[in-house]
């Protein structure tokens, strides 16, 4: 089953946005299948972003996204990555529509809640940078024959 890489970042965390885009997630039918809280290393910031570190913003990004605590996931699904994209919305704020995380939380470009896997490759590479086999795990979801 596809998975993907998403990360509450730090403004998402210090606004307390956590367990709302989980619940998202989670009322969507996907399933999460590893999560931590913790705080980037410069380094990994760098390899994270590293599609971008020739542009402008890039300095700017790397600081952000160390600055404080994120909540790392990986969440798996049929077409998740895709889907996950388009439950987040588009990076500009301005340009989110609203219902997707960055059109009902976002402010700016700079501080838009959430990042997302944009492709099959990004997210193979992301959730190898973020986590280690034994930091993920792989479960059936029952059937809850026994809720009514
Ligand atoms: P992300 O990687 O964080 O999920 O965001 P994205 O795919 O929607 O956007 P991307 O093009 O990958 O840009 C990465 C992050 O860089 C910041 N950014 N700042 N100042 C600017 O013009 C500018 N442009 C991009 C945003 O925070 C964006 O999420
Ligand atoms: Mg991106």
Redesign the pocket.
């Known amino acids: 089953m596809e998975k993907t890489f998403l990360m509450v970042?730090p403004d998402g965390v210090q606004r307390n946005l956590v367990g709302e885009i989980v619940a998202r997630f989670e009322r969507k039918g996907f399933k999460l299948a590893g999560a931590k809280l913790m705080v980037i290393p410069s380094t990994l910031a760098e390899q994270h972003?590293g599609?971008?570190s020739d542009?402008p913003?890039f300095g700017?990004?790397v600081d952000?996204i160390t600055s404080g605590p994120v909540f790392a996931m990986v969440w798996e699904g049929e077409e998740v990555i895709a889907t996950a994209r388009q439950m987040?919305g588009?990076?500009k704020p301005q340009d989110a529509v609203p219902g997707t995380i960055r059109g009902d939380f976002g402010v700016t470009?700079?501080?838009?809640v959430?990042?997302?896997s944009?492709s099959p490759e990004s997210a193979e590479r992301e959730i190898n940078l973020f986590f280690n086999e034994d930091q993920m795990v792989d479960y059936k979801k029952e059937n809850l024959a026994w809720v009514y």
């Open positions: 970042k972003y599609e971008h542009k913003f700017e990004l952000f987040m588009a990076t470009v700079g501080k838009n959430i990042h997302g944009d």
